[in-house]
C-alpha cells in the first residue's frame, strides 16, 4: 500500500471514530466543526498522521474543538470533560492534550479560529486594527460597521 493510501485509510479511520464519538456526545454544529479540523489536519502535507493510534488522533481532534468552543467550561451548554473524551477512545489526559497542542501548532489554530467555533465567539476573540490604529474585537468593528483587516495576521 503506498504512503497516499496509507494516510486515506487513517484519515476514514479517525473519521469514524469521530462520527461516533459526535453521536453520543456533540451537536451538529461542533460536528461540523471537527470535520472542518480534521479535514485540515488530512490536508497537510508535512504532517504525519499515519503513525501512532487513531484513537489517540481522534481524542486529540475532539480536544482541539472542545478547548476552542469552550467546552470544558461547566456553564457551557455542550459542557465535556476531558475525561469523557478520554474515556471514549481509551486514552490518556496527557498525550491527548500533546497530541492537540501538536495539531494546534501544525495548523496554526488560534483562539476564536474561524470556522472551527462559532462565528459569534470567532469574532469576540479575534482583534482588528483601525485605520487610525485603535484595536478592537471584530465583534466591535462589525457593529460598527467598519471594514478591517486582522490584527496578527
Request: include cysteine; aromatic fraction near 8%.
Amino acid at each position: 500500500m503506498g504512503a497516499s493510501a496509507d494516510k486515506q485509510m487513517r484519515i476514514d479511520e479517525v473519521q469514524a471514530l469521530l462520527d461516533a464519538f459526535s453521536k453520543e456526545y456533540l451537536t451538529e454544529e461542533l460536528t461540523e466543526y471537527l470535520k472542518k479540523l480534521w479535514e485540515k489536519v488530512g490536508r497537510k502535507r508535512t504532517y504525519v498522521i499515519t503513525g501512532g493510534k487513531v484513537e489517540i488522533w481522534a481524542s486529540a481532534v475532539v480536544y482541539v474543538i472542545a478547548r476552542l468552543n469552550f467546552l470544558f467550561d461547566r456553564d457551557s451548554p455542550n459542557y465535556l470533560t476531558a475525561d469523557q473524551i478520554c474515556e471514549f477512545f481509551d486514552t490518556k489526559k496527557s498525550t491527548v492534550s500533546a497530541r492537540a497542542k501538536d495539531i494546534e501548532k501544525a495548523c496554526k489554530i488560534r483562539m476564536g479560529h474561524e470556522g472551527l467555533c462559532n462565528q459569534e465567539l470567532s469574532d469576540s476573540l479575534t482583534l482588528v486594527k483601525l485605520s487610525n490604529g485603535m484595536v478592537i474585537t471584530m465583534k466591535m468593528a462589525r457593529e460598527m460597521g467598519a471594514c478591517l483587516t486582522r490584527c496578527g495576521s
